[in-house]
């Protein structure tokens, strides 16, 4: 299994970069790593996934380390509406498609 | 959003009465997923399905059931609620393949007294 690691928790201030650490040290060369958000009381929110190269959209950056052991999602200036719980999920072809959703990591973004 | 509506939002109901959840979705994503989420267990797959009258279970699919006679709605029937399914139920959307991401409705909370 591709197990992933990420801190329970996390603060950042309002205007700076959240960076948020995942680590998947067991991660298969064809499994993509997606980051999900889910603010308070809402259905989980897609923000962006990678393989081996870096990404970039209008939400955030994707960081993979060449060795595809660890990821880091960024948030270039995280504002109160960031302030949310964030799950690295490898998604795994055995798993047809499913995603294994992780206790993920609590971003608090504070003024 | 995409497009996925879950209904209804909000439901309390007894113990022993059945009970049915729709997801419809109008993205004519092929495949479709139930998952619920309880505090200190995040979101856990219960149902999942492949295409209309493909389904299959996930992890936690004891008391449930699920139907997908058309692409668009996907029902998840609790046969006889208990308790323990109190929970906050989330249906998901995707198209196949590893490249594509996953669209989560917002969510029926649902009690069982």
């Known amino acids: 299994d591709a197990k992933t690691t990420q801190p329970p928790s996390m603060d950042c201030a309002e205007g700076r970069a959240a960076n948020l650490p995942c680590n998947h040290s067991?991660?298969?060369?064809?499994?993509?790593v997606y980051w999900y958000r889910q603010i308070h009381s809402q259905g989980p929110q897609y923000i962006i996934h990678?393989?081996?190269n870096n990404e970039t959209n209008e939400m955030a950056s994707l960081i993979i380390t060449e060795d595809r052991k660890s990821s880091t999602l960024i948030l270039p200036h995280a504002t109160l509406r960031d302030t949310a719980v964030y799950y690295c999920?490898?998604?795994?072809?055995?798993?047809?498609?499913?995603?294994?959703f992780g206790a993920g990591t609590i971003l608090r973004v504070k003024s | 959003d995409a497009g996925i509506t879950q209904s209804p939002r909000h439901k309390v109901t007894e113990t022993g009465t059945p009970v049915t959840l729709r997801c419809h979705q109008t993205?004519?994503?092929?495949?479709m997923y139930w998952y619920r989420q309880d505090p200190g267990h995040g979101l856990r797959l219960i149902h999942y399905?492949?295409?209309?009258?493909?389904?299959d279970k996930g992890e936690v699919s004891d008391g449930y059931s699920v139907s997908r006679s058309k692409t668009e709605d996907f029902l998840l029937t609790l046969e006889s609620a208990t308790s323990s399914q109190t929970s906050v139920y989330f249906c998901?959307?995707?198209?196949?393949?590893?490249?594509?991401?996953?669209?989560f409705g917002q969510g029926t909370r649902l009690t069982v007294v």
């Open positions: 998901a959307i995707s198209e196949p393949g590893m490249n594509t991401e996953a669209f």
């Open positions: 067991t991660i298969s060369g064809n499994e993509y």
């Open positions: 990678g393989l081996k």
């Open positions: 999920i490898p998604k795994r072809e055995e798993y047809g498609n499913k995603l294994v």
């Open positions: 993205e004519n994503h092929r495949y």
């Open positions: 399905s492949y295409g209309v009258k493909d389904t």
